[in-house]
């Protein structure tokens, strides 16, 4: 058999005195919850998921997209414009909004590399241990996202009795889990995220009744209507924040959190 | 017994719980004073334990109403909070530091600005739209430029933001206000008629420590 060793050029040189260029692994940003069998192949690749901040991206979406834009869509297009990027991915099925949709064509006016649209209606559901356990919420938050890109395998027990839940979607803020006792629980499309079914309705509404819930949105996001509608319903507590949290906001978590006697 | 500190925007209230001393001063000149338990804008590093403003203001409440339920408004010179609560209950609570914003500081600057007694102040039926301190001065002098008097300009932008701490705070019909707008009477008689304003002082949310100080004590 032949051995090989790696040149600095990108190249492999064999035994046998032939080089071999190696195929660079590509780099393949994705937004949203593609399909799983979609992901999967990809995983092989160099896989970079543009919902979450990357160090050293500088913000150029401003000028490209309207000042009511969420975050988190601004984010995507930052991280896009930013990581020289083979090809984009991005989910614009029933799981994403209108703004995700829009913002694949924007994407696709402004590079020139492929940006595949995907509708991920899966409705089998991969189980949320995650949002169940009785890790600390930003744990929770972290292991979720790299669960796209690096599928978690944990052994994990649910909570018995989880103290509070925050409904939402990933926070552009992750300062805002920190507030949140360990074992609260994880609602919402969060929670749609790690079961890998990101257009399930039924459960991102669904919110187990007299537990203390945070329902949280991104600002000028449209579940913000969701959230105030279930904040009331389910005696919660609703926030918006637009980037990073204001101390009026974190006031009011704690506080809510405080008086509802989730604090553990 | 220890010293509490709302170490607000424009403000730091002191309360030695000892000796029963109260001080008030200009936040600007209290650097380096620390307390023993500590709530306000610029309270952290200001003492080892640190209330968040919500909590120290129901607990306030709490100590200085002697009634179950309350409505506890409080405007700051930076934001408007308030608490409604039943009994431990927080039935309803916000906070704006955007809507609110600089309101009172604003007040405060233009009493200065223009030599007002507010004591002496009529309240105006008209009302100035206040979004943000800001914006409602340059409502103020577009006023002026018009040929409304100051007093009367000034009342008006009092009177919103008083029909604007009012709105969202639900429209109650009874409400106890804190904060250093309580000692300001044009203020005072400019939210909407038929509404009990009962002002509890600038020492509310000191007051809301005082638990947070006998539990450290006791630890």
Wanted: hydrophobic share 40%; charged share 25%; net charge negative.
């Amino acid at each position: 058999m032949l051995s090989s060793a790696e040149n600095g050029d990108g190249s492999k040189l064999l035994s046998n005195g032939y080089r071999y260029m190696v195929q660079q692994r590509r780099r393949i940003g994705f937004a949203g919850c593609p399909p799983e069998e979609v992901l999967a192949p990809l995983r092989e690749q160099t896989l970079i998921d543009l919902d979450n901040v990357i160090e050293g991206v500088t913000l150029r979406s401003e000028s490209a997209l309207p000042r009511t834009t969420c975050r988190i869509i601004q984010r995507i297009l930052d991280n896009a414009l930013a990581l020289d990027l083979d090809e984009i991915v991005i989910d614009v099925g029933s799981g994403k909004c209108d703004a995700a949709r829009g913002l694949a064509d924007v994407l696709d006016g402004m590079l020139r590399i492929p940006v595949t649209r995907t509708q991920n209606d899966n409705r089998v559901g991969a189980g949320t241990p995650i949002s169940d356990s009785g890790l600390p919420v930003a744990r929770k938050l972290v292991l979720i996202l790299d669960g796209l890109v690096r599928p978690q395998r944990l052994a994990l027990e649910p909570d018995p009795n989880p103290p509070a839940a925050i409904w939402g979607v990933p926070a552009a803020d992750f300062s805002i889990y920190d507030l949140f006792p360990d074992g609260s629980q994880v609602l919402g499309w969060t929670r749609c995220l790690e079961n890998r079914t990101p257009a399930d309705w039924e459960m991102e509404v669904s919110v187990p009744d007299g537990r203390p819930t945070v329902f949280f949105a991104q600002t000028f996001c449209p579940k913000n209507v969701t959230a105030q509608h279930l904040a009331r319903k389910h005696n919660g507590l609703y926030v918006d924040a637009d980037g990073v949290l204001s101390q009026s906001v974190k006031a009011k978590i704690e506080a809510f959190l405080y008086f509802r006697g989730a604090r553990r | 017994m220890g010293v509490l500190g709302d170490f607000g925007t424009t403000w730091t209230k002191l309360l030695n719980t000892q000796s029963g001393d109260r001080r008030v001063l200009r936040t600007k000149d209290a650097k380096g004073l620390v307390a023993d338990v500590a709530t306000g804008h610029n309270a952290r590093r200001r003492a080892p334990r640190h209330v968040n403003e919500l909590i120290a203001l129901a607990h306030g409440g709490q100590r200085l109403i002697d009634e179950r339920e309350f409505l506890l408004l409080d405007v700051g010179s930076r934001d408007v909070k308030y608490v409604h609560m039943r009994g431990c209950e927080l039935l309803a609570m916000d906070w704006t530091s955007t809507c609110g914003a600089l309101t009172g500081f604003t007040l405060e600057l233009l009493g200065s600005y223009y030599g007002l007694d507010y004591s002496a102040i009529e309240p105006s039926e008209k009302s100035v739209p206040v979004t943000c301190g800001v914006l409602g001065m340059e409502q103020l002098f577009e006023l002026v430029s018009q040929g409304v008097s100051e007093v009367e300009a000034v009342a008006r932008f009092a009177r919103g933001i008083a029909l604007n701490a009012h709105r969202f705070a639900g429209e109650p019909k009874r409400l106890y206000l804190s904060g250093g707008m309580c000692e300001n009477q044009l203020f005072l008689h400019s939210f909407p008629r038929g509404v009990d304003v009962t002002p509890l002082g600038q020492f509310v949310l000191v007051e809301g420590l005082i638990g947070e100080l006998e539990k450290t004590a006791g630890r």
